[in-house]
Protein backbone atom coordinates (compact mmCIF):
# COMPACT_ATOMS: atom_id res chain seq x y z
CA UNK A 1 0.00 0.00 0.00
CA UNK A 2 3.20 2.42 0.77
CA UNK A 3 4.17 1.60 -2.43
CA UNK A 4 1.59 1.98 -4.56
CA UNK A 5 -1.42 3.45 -2.56
CA UNK A 6 -3.96 2.26 -5.44
CA UNK A 7 -4.05 -1.19 -4.98
CA UNK A 8 -6.66 -2.23 -2.86
CA UNK A 9 -5.08 -4.33 -0.43
CA UNK A 10 -7.07 -6.61 2.17
CA UNK A 11 -5.34 -8.23 5.04
CA UNK A 12 -7.34 -11.64 6.48
CA UNK A 13 -6.11 -12.09 9.93
CA UNK A 14 -7.73 -14.81 12.76
CA UNK A 15 -6.31 -13.35 15.79
CA UNK A 16 -7.16 -10.16 17.08
CA UNK A 17 -4.02 -8.63 18.23
CA UNK A 18 -0.33 -10.20 17.29
CA UNK A 19 1.56 -11.60 19.48
CA UNK A 20 5.74 -12.13 18.95
CA UNK A 21 6.69 -15.91 18.49
CA UNK A 22 10.32 -14.62 18.26
CA UNK A 23 11.74 -13.59 21.84
CA UNK A 24 8.70 -15.63 23.33
CA UNK A 25 11.21 -17.76 25.01
CA UNK A 26 11.88 -15.11 27.31
CA UNK A 27 8.50 -15.40 28.81
CA UNK A 28 9.27 -18.91 30.16
CA UNK A 29 12.25 -17.30 32.05
CA UNK A 30 10.06 -14.94 33.54
CA UNK A 31 12.08 -11.60 31.76
CA UNK A 32 9.38 -10.37 29.38
CA UNK A 33 5.62 -11.07 29.29
CA UNK A 34 3.02 -12.05 26.66
CA UNK A 35 1.69 -8.37 26.66
CA UNK A 36 5.34 -7.35 26.01
CA UNK A 37 5.02 -9.34 22.87
CA UNK A 38 1.50 -7.95 22.09
CA UNK A 39 0.73 -5.42 19.02
CA UNK A 40 -2.68 -4.48 17.78
CA UNK A 41 -3.18 -3.75 13.97
CA UNK A 42 -5.05 -0.84 13.76
CA UNK A 43 -2.48 1.61 12.12
CA UNK A 44 -2.44 -0.82 9.50
CA UNK A 45 -6.19 0.56 9.12
CA UNK A 46 -4.22 4.15 8.87
CA UNK A 47 -2.11 3.18 5.96
CA UNK A 48 -5.03 2.15 4.03
CA UNK A 49 -5.28 -1.58 4.56
CA UNK A 50 -8.36 -3.26 4.65
CA UNK A 51 -8.01 -5.46 7.82
CA UNK A 52 -10.75 -8.19 8.31
CA UNK A 53 -10.40 -10.14 11.49
CA UNK A 54 -11.95 -14.05 10.17
CA UNK A 55 -10.13 -17.37 9.36
CA UNK A 56 -9.69 -18.13 5.19
CA UNK A 57 -11.34 -21.14 5.33
CA UNK A 58 -11.00 -22.54 1.52
CA UNK A 59 -9.09 -21.18 -1.19
CA UNK A 60 -10.44 -21.29 -4.89
CA UNK A 61 -7.55 -20.73 -7.18
CA UNK A 62 -9.54 -21.16 -10.83
CA UNK A 63 -12.26 -18.62 -9.33
CA UNK A 64 -9.69 -16.53 -7.71
CA UNK A 65 -11.69 -16.65 -4.27
CA UNK A 66 -11.56 -17.05 -0.86
CA UNK A 67 -14.02 -18.47 1.42
CA UNK A 68 -14.24 -16.91 5.25
CA UNK A 69 -15.36 -18.58 7.96
CA UNK A 70 -18.33 -16.06 8.90
CA UNK A 71 -19.40 -16.82 5.26
CA UNK A 72 -17.77 -13.80 3.30
CA UNK A 73 -16.06 -14.41 -0.06
CA UNK A 74 -13.43 -11.99 -1.43
CA UNK A 75 -12.12 -12.44 -4.95
CA UNK A 76 -8.42 -11.31 -6.06
CA UNK A 77 -6.49 -10.68 -8.74
CA UNK A 78 -3.16 -11.42 -6.54
CA UNK A 79 -3.38 -13.38 -3.21
CA UNK A 80 -0.52 -13.69 -0.92
CA UNK A 81 -0.71 -16.47 1.82
CA UNK A 82 0.93 -16.87 5.04
CA UNK A 83 0.09 -20.50 5.97
CA UNK A 84 2.72 -21.14 9.02
CA UNK A 85 2.99 -24.33 10.09
CA UNK A 86 0.74 -27.34 11.35
CA UNK A 87 1.83 -29.84 13.81
CA UNK A 88 1.93 -33.39 12.67
CA UNK A 89 0.44 -35.34 15.55
CA UNK A 90 -0.49 -38.06 13.64
CA UNK A 91 3.50 -39.01 14.20
CA UNK A 92 2.79 -38.96 18.02
CA UNK A 93 -0.91 -40.96 18.30
CA UNK A 94 -0.81 -40.35 22.16
CA UNK A 95 -0.82 -36.72 21.63
CA UNK A 96 -3.14 -36.85 18.23
CA UNK A 97 -5.83 -35.55 20.41
CA UNK A 98 -7.25 -32.02 21.82
CA UNK A 99 -6.98 -33.18 25.53
CA UNK A 100 -3.59 -34.50 25.86
CA UNK A 101 -2.38 -31.39 23.76
CA UNK A 102 -3.62 -29.39 26.58
CA UNK A 103 -1.51 -30.97 28.84
CA UNK A 104 1.65 -31.82 26.85
CA UNK A 105 2.49 -28.41 25.22
CA UNK A 106 4.27 -27.50 22.50
CA UNK A 107 4.23 -23.61 23.40
CA UNK A 108 5.52 -22.92 19.48
CA UNK A 109 3.06 -20.88 18.75
CA UNK A 110 3.22 -18.12 20.64
CA UNK A 111 0.05 -17.34 23.38
CA UNK A 112 -2.01 -19.43 25.81
CA UNK A 113 0.20 -21.60 25.71
CA UNK A 114 3.29 -19.58 26.13
CA UNK A 115 1.76 -18.97 29.12
CA UNK A 116 0.83 -22.91 30.35
CA UNK A 117 3.80 -23.71 29.78
CA UNK A 118 5.11 -21.13 32.14
CA UNK A 119 2.63 -21.92 34.56
CA UNK A 120 3.56 -25.65 34.53
CA UNK A 121 7.37 -24.73 35.07
CA UNK A 122 6.54 -22.31 37.99
CA UNK A 123 4.35 -24.83 39.36
CA UNK A 124 7.19 -28.00 39.03
CA UNK A 125 8.98 -28.81 42.24
CA UNK A 126 12.84 -27.71 42.85
CA UNK A 127 14.43 -31.05 41.86
CA UNK A 128 12.12 -31.66 39.11
CA UNK A 129 12.83 -32.38 35.26
CA UNK A 130 11.86 -30.27 32.22
CA UNK A 131 12.10 -32.61 29.17
CA UNK A 132 12.07 -30.63 25.78
CA UNK A 133 12.10 -32.72 22.72
CA UNK A 134 13.27 -31.46 19.23
CA UNK A 135 11.76 -32.70 15.71
CA UNK A 136 13.79 -33.24 12.85
CA UNK A 137 14.64 -30.69 10.92
CA UNK A 138 13.64 -28.64 9.33
CA UNK A 139 10.96 -26.86 11.59
CA UNK A 140 10.22 -23.51 12.60
CA UNK A 141 12.97 -21.37 14.25
CA UNK A 142 16.05 -23.54 14.00
CA UNK A 143 17.53 -22.00 17.45
CA UNK A 144 14.34 -21.72 19.28
CA UNK A 145 14.75 -24.87 21.36
CA UNK A 146 17.96 -24.69 22.15
CA UNK A 147 17.63 -21.07 23.29
CA UNK A 148 14.18 -22.10 25.22
CA UNK A 149 16.45 -25.02 26.98
CA UNK A 150 18.90 -21.97 28.00
CA UNK A 151 16.06 -19.96 29.04
CA UNK A 152 14.30 -22.49 31.38
CA UNK A 153 18.04 -23.29 32.84
CA UNK A 154 18.07 -19.87 33.47
CA UNK A 155 15.06 -19.91 35.30
CA UNK A 156 15.82 -23.19 37.65
CA UNK A 157 19.25 -22.04 38.37
CA UNK A 158 17.81 -18.64 39.86
CA UNK A 159 14.50 -20.29 41.18
CA UNK A 160 15.07 -24.10 41.65
CA UNK A 161 18.52 -25.12 40.96
CA UNK A 162 18.66 -28.69 42.23
CA UNK A 163 16.08 -29.10 38.73
CA UNK A 164 16.80 -30.62 35.41
CA UNK A 165 16.37 -29.90 31.92
CA UNK A 166 16.64 -32.38 29.54
CA UNK A 167 16.92 -32.09 25.79
CA UNK A 168 16.37 -35.09 23.71
CA UNK A 169 16.94 -34.29 19.50
CA UNK A 170 15.84 -35.88 16.76
CA UNK A 171 18.41 -34.49 14.71
CA UNK A 172 22.23 -35.64 15.03
CA UNK A 173 23.72 -32.35 16.20
CA UNK A 174 22.52 -28.68 17.22
CA UNK A 175 21.01 -27.54 13.89
CA UNK A 176 21.61 -23.90 14.53
CA UNK A 177 24.51 -21.98 16.53
CA UNK A 178 26.14 -25.36 17.67
CA UNK A 179 29.29 -24.03 19.20
CA UNK A 180 27.40 -21.24 20.88
CA UNK A 181 24.93 -23.06 22.70
CA UNK A 182 26.93 -26.59 22.80
CA UNK A 183 28.98 -24.06 25.70
CA UNK A 184 26.31 -22.89 27.25
CA UNK A 185 24.79 -26.57 27.24
CA UNK A 186 28.20 -27.78 28.98
CA UNK A 187 30.19 -24.51 30.67
CA UNK A 188 27.37 -22.26 32.07
CA UNK A 189 24.69 -25.11 32.56
CA UNK A 190 26.43 -27.64 32.98
CA UNK A 191 24.69 -28.91 36.04
CA UNK A 192 21.33 -28.48 34.87
CA UNK A 193 21.18 -29.30 31.22
CA UNK A 194 21.75 -32.50 29.36
CA UNK A 195 21.69 -32.51 26.08
CA UNK A 196 21.19 -35.87 23.68
CA UNK A 197 21.66 -36.04 20.29
CA UNK A 198 19.84 -38.89 17.74
CA UNK A 199 17.12 -39.07 20.10
CA UNK A 200 13.51 -39.00 18.31
CA UNK A 201 10.15 -39.09 19.92
CA UNK A 202 8.31 -42.00 19.01
CA UNK A 203 5.28 -41.36 21.27
CA UNK A 204 3.84 -40.29 24.68
CA UNK A 205 1.49 -41.57 27.32
CA UNK A 206 -0.21 -38.39 28.82
CA UNK A 207 -1.86 -39.86 31.39
CA UNK A 208 1.70 -41.09 33.23
CA UNK A 209 3.88 -37.94 31.53
CA UNK A 210 6.04 -40.50 29.64
CA UNK A 211 7.68 -39.79 26.31
CA UNK A 212 8.38 -42.80 24.42
CA UNK A 213 11.94 -43.05 22.47
CA UNK A 214 13.61 -45.73 19.90
CA UNK A 215 15.49 -47.00 22.81
CA UNK A 216 13.97 -45.81 26.08
CA UNK A 217 11.16 -44.47 28.01
CA UNK A 218 11.41 -41.32 29.57
CA UNK A 219 9.57 -39.57 32.69
CA UNK A 220 9.40 -35.96 33.82
CA UNK A 221 7.79 -33.67 35.57
CA UNK A 222 6.96 -31.19 32.50
CA UNK A 223 7.53 -32.15 28.82
CA UNK A 224 7.44 -30.12 26.24
CA UNK A 225 7.00 -31.58 22.87
CA UNK A 226 7.56 -29.64 19.32
CA UNK A 227 6.12 -31.94 16.87
CA UNK A 228 7.11 -32.37 13.01
CA UNK A 229 5.58 -29.55 11.40
CA UNK A 230 4.25 -28.89 7.46
CA UNK A 231 2.42 -25.88 5.97
CA UNK A 232 -0.57 -24.91 7.33
CA UNK A 233 -3.52 -26.76 6.43
CA UNK A 234 -4.96 -23.99 4.20
CA UNK A 235 -1.81 -24.45 2.03
CA UNK A 236 -2.84 -28.18 1.55
CA UNK A 237 -6.39 -27.33 1.04
CA UNK A 238 -5.42 -24.77 -2.05
CA UNK A 239 -2.95 -27.24 -3.51
CA UNK A 240 0.20 -25.13 -2.68
CA UNK A 241 1.88 -28.45 -0.73
CA UNK A 242 4.09 -29.73 -3.44
CA UNK A 243 7.50 -31.26 -1.60
CA UNK A 244 7.72 -33.97 0.46
CA UNK A 245 3.74 -33.92 1.28
CA UNK A 246 4.77 -30.73 3.41
CA UNK A 247 6.19 -27.56 2.17
CA UNK A 248 5.32 -25.00 -0.57
CA UNK A 249 7.42 -24.70 -3.68
CA UNK A 250 7.93 -20.93 -4.82
CA UNK A 251 9.58 -18.76 -7.69
CA UNK A 252 11.85 -17.03 -5.55
CA UNK A 253 11.83 -13.79 -7.70
CA UNK A 254 8.14 -13.71 -6.86
CA UNK A 255 7.36 -16.08 -4.31
CA UNK A 256 4.39 -17.01 -6.29
CA UNK A 257 3.39 -20.40 -5.87
CA UNK A 258 4.79 -23.06 -8.56
CA UNK A 259 1.62 -25.23 -8.34
CA UNK A 260 -0.87 -22.22 -8.39
CA UNK A 261 -1.08 -19.02 -10.41
CA UNK A 262 -1.08 -15.74 -8.90
CA UNK A 263 -0.69 -17.39 -5.26
CA UNK A 264 2.34 -16.05 -3.51
CA UNK A 265 3.50 -18.30 -0.15
CA UNK A 266 5.53 -16.50 2.54
CA UNK A 267 7.43 -17.64 6.06
CA UNK A 268 7.70 -21.23 7.53
CA UNK A 269 5.29 -22.36 4.68
CA UNK A 270 7.55 -22.16 2.23
CA UNK A 271 10.18 -25.21 0.77
CA UNK A 272 13.31 -23.56 2.24
CA UNK A 273 16.26 -22.87 -0.06
CA UNK A 274 19.49 -23.73 1.13
CA UNK A 275 20.54 -22.53 4.61
CA UNK A 276 17.25 -20.62 4.57
CA UNK A 277 15.90 -20.83 8.17
CA UNK A 278 12.39 -20.73 9.12
CA UNK A 279 12.69 -17.49 10.58
CA UNK A 280 10.96 -14.46 11.69
CA UNK A 281 13.31 -12.02 10.35
CA UNK A 282 13.39 -13.92 6.81
CA UNK A 283 9.36 -14.18 6.53
CA UNK A 284 10.06 -10.37 6.66
CA UNK A 285 12.37 -10.77 3.95
CA UNK A 286 10.23 -13.09 1.71
CA UNK A 287 7.20 -10.09 2.29
CA UNK A 288 9.04 -7.25 0.79
CA UNK A 289 10.73 -9.32 -2.22
CA UNK A 290 6.60 -10.48 -2.90
CA UNK A 291 5.59 -7.01 -2.70
CA UNK A 292 7.45 -5.48 -5.28
CA UNK A 293 6.90 -8.28 -7.44
CA UNK A 294 3.19 -8.03 -6.91
CA UNK A 295 3.01 -4.18 -7.53
CA UNK A 296 5.39 -4.82 -10.80
CA UNK A 297 2.90 -7.70 -11.90
CA UNK A 298 0.04 -6.02 -11.38
CA UNK A 299 1.09 -3.29 -13.45
CA UNK A 300 2.62 -5.36 -15.96
CA UNK A 301 6.33 -4.29 -15.43
CA UNK A 302 9.08 -6.96 -15.25
CA UNK A 303 10.05 -8.21 -11.55
CA UNK A 304 12.80 -8.14 -10.43
CA UNK A 305 15.56 -11.05 -11.69
CA UNK A 306 17.84 -10.94 -8.66
CA UNK A 307 16.28 -10.22 -5.58
CA UNK A 308 18.61 -10.45 -2.30
CA UNK A 309 16.71 -11.23 1.36
CA UNK A 310 18.93 -11.21 4.65
CA UNK A 311 18.20 -12.53 7.89
CA UNK A 312 19.15 -12.12 11.42
CA UNK A 313 18.28 -14.42 14.62
CA UNK A 314 18.79 -13.55 17.56
CA UNK A 315 18.82 -16.05 21.09
CA UNK A 316 19.09 -15.24 24.92
CA UNK A 317 21.50 -17.29 26.46
CA UNK A 318 20.81 -16.00 29.63
CA UNK A 319 18.10 -13.41 31.21
CA UNK A 320 20.00 -10.58 29.43
CA UNK A 321 23.70 -11.94 27.26
CA UNK A 322 22.25 -13.34 23.59
CA UNK A 323 24.24 -14.44 20.68
CA UNK A 324 23.05 -13.95 17.18
CA UNK A 325 23.57 -15.42 13.26
CA UNK A 326 23.14 -13.12 10.20
CA UNK A 327 23.54 -14.52 6.64
CA UNK A 328 22.29 -12.70 3.37
CA UNK A 329 20.80 -14.98 0.47
CA UNK A 330 21.01 -13.91 -3.09
CA UNK A 331 18.81 -15.59 -6.41
CA UNK A 332 21.10 -17.76 -8.63
CA UNK A 333 19.36 -17.92 -12.06
CA UNK A 334 21.17 -21.04 -12.86
CA UNK A 335 19.90 -22.99 -9.90
CA UNK A 336 16.52 -21.00 -9.66
CA UNK A 337 17.09 -20.54 -5.72
CA UNK A 338 18.35 -18.33 -3.20
CA UNK A 339 21.93 -19.15 -2.35
CA UNK A 340 23.98 -17.58 1.18
CA UNK A 341 26.22 -15.21 -0.24
CA UNK A 342 30.07 -16.49 -0.12
CA UNK A 343 31.78 -14.40 3.13
CA UNK A 344 28.71 -12.61 4.31
CA UNK A 345 26.70 -13.46 7.52
CA UNK A 346 28.31 -13.74 10.40
CA UNK A 347 28.15 -14.95 14.07
CA UNK A 348 28.37 -14.13 17.65
CA UNK A 349 32.10 -14.85 19.29
CA UNK A 350 30.39 -15.46 22.51
CA UNK A 351 26.92 -13.90 24.77
CA UNK A 352 26.98 -10.26 25.45
CA UNK A 353 24.64 -7.92 27.35
CA UNK A 354 25.44 -5.67 24.21
CA UNK A 355 23.78 -8.09 21.82
CA UNK A 356 20.55 -8.38 24.46
CA UNK A 357 20.31 -5.07 23.57
CA UNK A 358 20.34 -5.35 20.17
CA UNK A 359 17.85 -7.81 20.37
CA UNK A 360 15.42 -6.25 21.79
CA UNK A 361 15.90 -3.16 19.32
CA UNK A 362 15.54 -5.52 16.44
CA UNK A 363 12.20 -7.13 17.49
CA UNK A 364 10.59 -3.33 18.47
CA UNK A 365 12.06 -2.24 15.36
CA UNK A 366 10.46 -5.88 13.18
CA UNK A 367 7.04 -5.01 15.03
CA UNK A 368 6.91 -1.64 13.74
CA UNK A 369 8.15 -2.43 10.18
CA UNK A 370 5.44 -4.67 9.91
CA UNK A 371 2.58 -2.82 11.90
CA UNK A 372 3.20 0.95 12.68
Given at each position: ??W ?9 E ?53 S ?26 G???D???Q ?12 L ?5 L ?47 D ?26 R ?19 E?V ?54 A ?18 A ?80
Amino acid sequence: KLWNPAIDVVLVEQNPVFISCPLSNRVLAGTMSLQDLTRDYDTLGKHGVTVVQDVATAIDPARRAVSLKRGQTLNYDRLIVSPGVEFLYAQLPGLNNDAAQQTILHAWKAGPQTLALRKQLEEMRDGGVYALFVPKAPYRCPPGPYERACQVAWYFKNAKPKSKVLVFDANPEITSKKGLFGKAFSERYGSIIEYRPNSELTDVDPATNTARLQFEDVKADVLNVVPPQAAGAIARQAGLVTSNDRWCDVDWRTMESTAQKNIHVLGDATLSAPAMPKSGHMANAHAKVCAAAVIAQLAEQPVNDSPMMTNTCYSFISGNEVVHIASVHAFNAEKKTMLAVEGSGGLSPAPSKLEGEYAEAWGRNIWADMLA
